[in-house]
C-alpha cells in the first residue's frame, strides 16, 4: 500500500539521491508542522523533533512499501542513524498521514538551518 514520505535532503528533486525515488510519484512542496529543528550534518541535513520548533520545507512523496525498505538501508536505519517516523505537516497536507526519517545521534554542536537544507536564493 503507498506510503506518504516527507523528504528535506538528499532524496529531493535535483539532489545526489533523488534516483532512489525513482518510478514514485511526487505530490508536491509541503512544509512541516512548527515541531521540527534541522541541523547541518556536512553532506546532509539532520531532521529532529523540537520545542521550540520551526516548519522545514521539504517535498512529499508517494511511496510503495518496496521503496520505503530501499531507503531504509539508505538512510541507515539499521545502523541507527535515522528512524522512520510519522511527521505532521502543514495544510494541505495536514490531514495525510506522513512518515519521514528523522535523526537519531545527538545534533549538540551542529549549525542550526533554519526552516531549509537549501540555499532560499537557489
Not at 3 to 19: A, D, I, P, S, W
Not at 61 to 81: A, H, S
Not at 90 to 112: E, F, I, K, N
Amino acid at each position: 500500500m503507498p506510503v506518504h514520505l516527507f523528504v528535506y535532503g538528499t532524496l529531493m528533486r535535483g539532489e545526489c539521491r533523488q534516483r532512489h525515488l525513482a518510478g514514485e510519484e511526487f505530490v508536491g512542496a509541503a512544509e512541516t508542522s512548527p515541531h521540527y529543528r534541522l541541523y547541518d550534518v556536512g553532506e546532509y541535513p539532520a531532521l529532529v523533533a523540537a520545542d521550540p520548533g520551526v516548519s522545514i520545507a521539504g517535498e512529499l512523496w508517494l511511496v510503495t512499501d518496496d521503496t520505503l525498505r530501499n531507503l531504509d538501508d539508505v538512510e541507515g536505519v539499521d545502523e541507527g542513524l535515522y528512524e522512520r517516523r510519522v511527521i505532521w505537516l502543514q495544510p494541505p497536507y495536514d490531514r495525510l498521514r506522513a512518515v519521514t526519517y528523522v535523526y537519531l545521534p545527538s545534533v549538540a554542536g551542529l549549525p542550526d538551518l533554519g526552516a531549509s537544507w537549501r540555499d532560499p536564493r537557489l
